[in-house]
């Protein structure tokens, strides 16, 4: 799926498709990927630059978040990091954790549990498609 396939979970924030529910998992496990990978780099030198490499895959995720996201997007000024400034890994942290805190509340807004399971919710119905509990209480 493209981004642009996403274009009305952006504005409705309802799951449309089982495509768009592959897609919201896969941007959601990447950005929390990301997370966990440059967070332990953080915690070691916080002020180090991030390389180029890397920023061009967080940059990637982020657009795809983005495009999920639509005016929910954590910071509406943000877009995605430059390149030639080369963030810090502290800084591409903190964004990355709001990021992934942005899609969980979406996540947990289209999930429903039956009979101890939770599943992903799909034009307003409960689809067979499970998934982790609810974050949020």
Same mark, same amino acid.
Do not use: H
């Given at each position: 799926?493209?981004?642009?396939?996403?274009?009305?979970?952006?504005?409705?924030?309802?799951?449309?498709?089982?495509? *768009? !529910?592959?897609?919201? *998992?896969?941007?959601?496990?990447?950005?929390?990927?990301?997370?966990? *990978?440059?967070?332990?780099?953080?915690?070691?030198?916080?002020?180090?630059? !991030?390389?180029?490499?890397?920023?061009?895959?967080?940059?990637?995720?982020?657009?795809?978040?983005?495009?999920?996201?639509?005016?929910?997007?954590?910071?509406?000024?943000?877009?995605v990091f430059n390149e030639?400034?080369?963030?810090?890994?502290?800084? !591409?942290?903190?964004?990355?954790?709001?990021?992934?805190?942005?899609? *969980?509340?979406?996540?947990?807004?289209?999930?429903?549990?039956?009979?101890?399971?939770?599943y992903w919710v799909i034009?307003?119905?409960?689809?067979?498609?499970?998934?982790?509990?609810?974050?949020?209480?």
């Open positions: 799926m493209n981004l642009q396939g996403l274009a009305l979970l952006k504005n409705s924030n309802n799951m449309k498709s089982e495509e *768009e !529910v592959i897609q919201f *998992e896969k941007t959601q496990t990447q950005i929390k990927g990301l997370y966990n *990978e440059i967070g332990i780099l953080s915690k070691k030198n916080p002020n180090d630059a !991030v390389n180029k490499f890397k920023l061009k895959f967080i940059n990637q995720s982020i657009k795809e978040a983005n495009n999920i996201l639509g005016n929910k997007k954590p910071y509406s000024d943000f877009e030639d400034d080369a963030p810090s890994t502290s800084d !591409v942290v903190m964004i990355l954790e709001q990021y992934y805190s942005a899609l *969980e509340k979406i996540r947990c807004t289209n999930i429903k549990t039956e009979w101890g399971y939770w034009n307003g119905k409960i689809s067979n498609i499970k998934t982790n509990s609810s974050t949020i209480k």
